[in-house]
């Protein structure tokens, strides 16, 4: 891999370009005209703007990203997450241009893209899967009847997506012909695909993930899991790393299974295979995700490992750096992912100028950010800027360690989720393990945050007399990675 073109932008491209660029592997940026002067641009050997704001004409332009990386001779195109990172058509485009793409085969990609296909392929591993349909449904007086005998509630699912679109519960039979209709005419529109399915609806749920590493050589290997329950309206808001309930014999099942998955998908590079996990503690495949996560920071906190790094070294022909007996679950890590919404006004999506940004510092502390005071937070772009992440000896440490790390960070111009992060991680069912991905429904309203009104506009102006201002910078060419500390 001599050059690598990182098809992204935000954190993530500069998450990706730190190790490349440890690697020694020169990296290129691509940006739209809204991003031109964003860090990624700056930090990048070299930068090519792919044309307007919408990511529809620059960023989800496969054709021109191609087009990039032969003119300016990268080898090698890295997608991050969201954009095209799960897309088999711009992975196998990639792949007919003689270029190398980070991440899955598409057939892989297809095979676990479609949930219905995914189900299918895991079925013959032996993975555990919740009661339901292996079809799309066609009949909806068939598909009822099997609802009937499945029991209510149930869940009516679209094959083709995530992100809580095309899904709905139905606890009444009576209702579910209407609520098929819905699901389906939601799944048409947001994925193009109408496949809709039934599966039994698994009530209070945790949301567990196991990160999976896999290269070309037949080595198949876990780096355990991540806890991923707090969330609102399916998206993930709070993660970490490992699961406080989790018991090891519960933990070596599920990362089985998960591994299961990885190869009937014959896959390679970094995954995760999500799973739901009921109040009996039964476990369920839901999917898996054909790319790195938003969420890996805690897992590479505990583990030592650079996934970054695995997924480079896959893709190049490379063996993993590491066999599974050499990893080991090392403290306790917590991302808060910082956005810039209101919790207040159900987390509405703000915009506007950075007129502070003061991640906090310290030992145990990583922020991966993808700003820069004075910088603007787009309308084109998802909301999230930075990730606050934390690492303690044990959960309790951690938990501490984000409550003063939220305390520090300090952030004017946008509101964020900051207060949010303070109000979970505080909360007493966070603290003591009991909830699951109701928590948000059930114990989150408004005027329950800890921090009184102002109190933010208190330390930015403490942190304006506490820092001299001055001029923005360019990022030298060797920045420290200070979050990093490579296992001996």
Request: glycine letters at 8%; charged letters at 25%.
């Amino acid at each position: 891999m001599k050059k690598l073109l990182v098809a992204n932008r935000g954190e993530i491209a500069l998450r990706v370009m730190r190790t490349a660029r440890r690697l020694g592997i020169p990296t290129v940026a691509v940006y739209s005209e809204a991003d031109a002067k964003s860090m990624h641009v700056a930090f990048a050997d070299e930068a090519y703007c792919i044309g307007p704001a919408p990511s529809s004409e620059s960023y989800l332009r496969g054709d021109k990203i191609i087009e990039t990386a032969r003119r300016c001779g990268a080898d090698a195109v890295h997608p991050g997450f969201g954009f095209l990172s799960e897309n088999p058509t711009f992975c196998r485009a990639v792949n007919d241009a003689g270029l190398i793409f980070v991440g899955p085969s598409p057939e892989a990609m297809e095979l676990m893209g479609g949930k219905l296909s995914a189900k299918t392929a895991v079925k013959a591993y032996g993975v555990p899967l919740a009661p339901g349909g292996d079809e799309p449904i066609r009949d909806p007086g068939a598909a009822r009847r099997l609802a009937e005998s499945i029991g209510f509630p149930v869940m009516l699912k679209a094959s083709a997506g995530g992100g809580g679109k095309g899904m709905r519960i139905v606890e009444n039979p009576a209702d579910f012909d209407a609520m098929l209709r819905m699901a389906q005419s939601e799944a048409l529109a947001a994925f193009g695909d109408d496949s809709v399915f039934v599966e039994k609806y698994i009530a209070a749920p945790r949301h567990v993930e196991i990160q999976i590493l896999a290269d070309a050589f037949g080595n198949v290997t876990h780096l355990f899991e991540r806890e991923c329950s707090i969330q609102r309206r399916h998206q993930k808001l709070v993660e970490e790393a490992p699961a406080a309930w989790m018991d090891e014999e519960l933990r070596q099942k599920m990362a089985a299974a998960a591994l299961n998955v990885a190869r009937a998908a014959k896959y390679t590079g970094a995954g995760t295979v999500e799973f739901l996990v009921d109040g009996q503690r039964n476990f369920y495949f839901l999917e898996m995700n054909a790319r790195i996560q938003v969420e890996h920071p805690v897992t590479e906190m505990i583990t030592g490992v650079d996934i970054v790094e695995e997924q480079l070294r896959v893709a190049d022909g490379q063996s993993l750096s590491y066999r599974q007996e050499d990893v080991a679950i090392r403290g306790h890590a917590i991302e808060l992912r910082v956005c810039a919404e209101d919790p207040a006004n159900n987390f509405l999506p703000d915009v506007g100028t950075l007129e502070l940004f003061r991640p906090p510092r310290g030992k145990g502390i990583r922020v991966d950010a993808g700003v820069r005071e004075g910088d603007e937070i787009s309308v084109y772009y998802d909301p999230m800027f930075a990730k606050l992440v934390v690492w303690g000896q044990n959960r309790t440490e951690a938990l501490r360690n984000m409550t003063r790390a939220i305390d520090r960070f300090v952030v004017a111009g946008v509101k964020t989720t900051l207060d949010f992060g303070r109000f979970v991680t505080t909360h007493p069912n966070f603290v003591s393990a009991e909830f699951d991905t109701g928590f948000v429904a059930k114990h989150f309203r408004p005027e329950l945050l800890k921090r009184e009104a102002g109190q933010a506009e208190i330390l930015a102006a403490a942190a304006a007399v506490e820092f001299s201002p001055r001029a923005l910078k360019p990022l030298p060419a060797k920045p420290l990675n200070p979050w990093w500390v490579r296992r001996a």
